[in-house]
């Protein structure tokens, strides 16, 4: 069993910058994908973004491409999401999710573990 804690959420006016954390315990980290996804308010959870198990490959919503930056820190079992330029309607709860031996994918569903989420609201 995998446990997921979020970190970095906040308050941060439009063209600001965040950095979101996950730490994971209770598993072999390396050895699964990692994504981040979020939710607003009266919306469907949706991808932002994901890095692979093995090669660190990344991939990103188009909405956040170029803006946002996944990496991980396998000796520190953390994954990282760096947000820059934000804009309000990236205004969400942000869930952190593993994917055992995954492909980093863009799919909730692929995603065995989740965070219980951190509230980030970007002001106009």
């Known amino acids: 069993q995998v446990q997921l804690v979020e970190s970095g959420g906040g308050l941060v006016q439009a063209g600001g910058s965040l950095r979101l954390s996950c730490t994971a315990s209770?598993?072999?980290?390396?050895?699964?994908?990692m994504g981040w996804f979020r939710q607003a308010p009266g919306k469907e959870r949706e991808f932002v973004a994901a890095?692979?198990?093995?090669?660190?490959?990344?991939k990103y919503a188009d909405s956040v491409k170029g803006r946002f930056t996944i990496t991980r820190d396998n000796a520190k079992n953390t994954v990282n999401l760096r947000m820059n330029s934000l804009k309000p309607e990236d205004t969400a709860v942000y869930y952190c999710?593993?994917?055992?031996?995954?492909?980093?994918?863009?799919?909730?569903?692929?995603?065995?573990?989740w965070g219980q989420g951190t509230q980030v609201t970007v002001s106009s």
């Open positions: 999710a593993a994917d055992h031996f995954g492909p980093a994918s863009d799919r909730r569903y692929a995603y065995d573990y």
């Open positions: 209770g598993g072999t980290f390396s050895n699964y994908a």
């Open positions: 890095i692979s198990w093995s090669t660190g490959w990344t």
